[in-house]
Structure formats: C-alpha cells, structure tokens
C-alpha cells in the first residue's frame, strides 16, 4: 500500500510541463518564470524538474552530455540552498516552504502537493539502508520533521514540527506529531497545502500524461 494515492513520474514531455505548472501553482507564484533575483527557491524546483525529464525522456547523446549540465547546476544549487533531494521523488505539485537542510533518501516516494519546510529528513532505517518512506498525496512535513525507515503514510495527513515517525499511518486526514509520532487530530493537512495538480492545466495537443502508480 502506498498511502492512499498514486506516485507518478515524469514520462513524457506533457508531463514535465505538468510538474513544472503544478510546482508553481504550489509555491503560490502569480507570474510564470522565476525572477532574476529571488525565487531560488522555484529555480531549484525547475532544475530538479528538468533533471527528471532528461533522465527519463531522453537517451540521445546530446541529451546526454546535456544531462550532465543539468545536474551541474542542480548540484552546485543544492549546496547553496542545504538541500539533499534526489530525482523522481516528489510527485507534482512540490512546495519547498524555505531554505535549509531538507535529506531525503533516494528510496523515498512521495506523492503529489506535498508542502516541506527546513530541517526535514525523509530516511532509511538503520537495519536497510533501501528501506525508505512511501507517502501519499497532500501531505504536509512540518519543520524539523523527521521520517524514516520502511514507512507509509496515507493522503493528506499533517505531520507537526519535530516529530519522529517511525511507523506507518494508514487513516486519510489526520494530523500527527510527538517522538515518537501518534495520531493527535482529526484535522490533517487541508489548509495547509494548496491543491495545485487539481487546478493545473496543459495544453491536450501535447502528449497524454503516463502516470506510474505503485503497486499497493
């Protein structure tokens, strides 16, 4: 199981333009490309965007040593911004709240409008270091949060500031928080995310969207 929802990637270039759309919408930009001062932030989210797309879509040689540009500068840009965050994570719709340490395993999936802020680490647990977390749609990682090991955590769920999950949580629409984490509300994460890949639209003449679901 897999929370309560889907975890996509980007397979066509409808898709890339789908995520790069949904992430904007998400991070509450008005204007359609990043300025040239500020919205680092966003320049980060396009790179890693790109990353995806070149690595999935396409094989070329060109594209290839093009790649290898790409990940220079989302390299370089992750430093700067304390950021550890591999490709084909993050469904759409990503809302990177600040600057500041965020780690996450490339085991992780996590699916479409999640909000992250500063000093999160989505991990491993000690006893496999491929055992990584699988949450759902519309969840909300609150500052500090700490999630680790071979957990799921279902849609929309709100995961409070310092908190320690180490095991799963299968209800849709609660909050959680406390080390380690138990279920605390009935409230969950709406309010505190924007539903960004609900409204986002591409244009039909481009490709369909392939959408990979995991398997529950």
């Not at 999935?56 to 992750?78: A, D, E, G, P, V």
């Not at 500031?161 to 629409?173: I, K, L």
């Not at 909050?175 to 509300?185: C, Q, R, T």
């Not at 009935?186 to 960004?196: D, H, L, P, Q, T």
């Amino acid at each position: 199981m897999y929370g309560e929802g889907d975890f996509y990637t980007i397979k066509s270039k409808r898709d890339y333009e789908f995520y790069l759309e949904a992430d904007r919408l998400a991070l509450g930009k008005n204007y359609k490309k990043p300025r040239l001062i500020g919205d680092d932030i966003w320049k980060f989210q396009r790179l890693l965007r790109q990353a995806e797309y070149y690595s999935n879509c396409r094989n070329s040689l060109l594209h290839k040593l093009y790649l290898k540009y790409i990940f220079f500068r989302f390299h370089s840009m992750s430093i700067r911004l304390g950021f550890s965050i591999p490709i084909n994570v993050f469904g759409p719709g990503l809302c990177i709240a600040h600057r500041g340490t965020i780690v996450v395993n490339k085991g992780a999936r996590v699916g479409e409008n999640c909000r992250i802020h500063a000093c999160t680490n989505i991990g491993s647990g000690r006893d496999n270091i491929f055992l990584a977390p699988k949450i759902g749609n519309g969840v909300y990682i609150g500052p500090g949060a700490k999630i680790f090991g071979s957990v799921e955590i279902a849609d929309n769920i709100a995961i409070g500031a310092n908190s320690v999950v180490n095991r799963s949580f299968y209800e849709r629409g609660i909050s959680i928080a406390g080390v380690p984490a138990k279920k605390i509300s009935n409230k969950g994460s709406n309010g505190m995310v924007i539903a960004a890949t609900k409204t986002v639209s591409v244009p039909v003449s481009q490709e369909t969207i392939e959408r990979t679901g995991v398997a529950e």
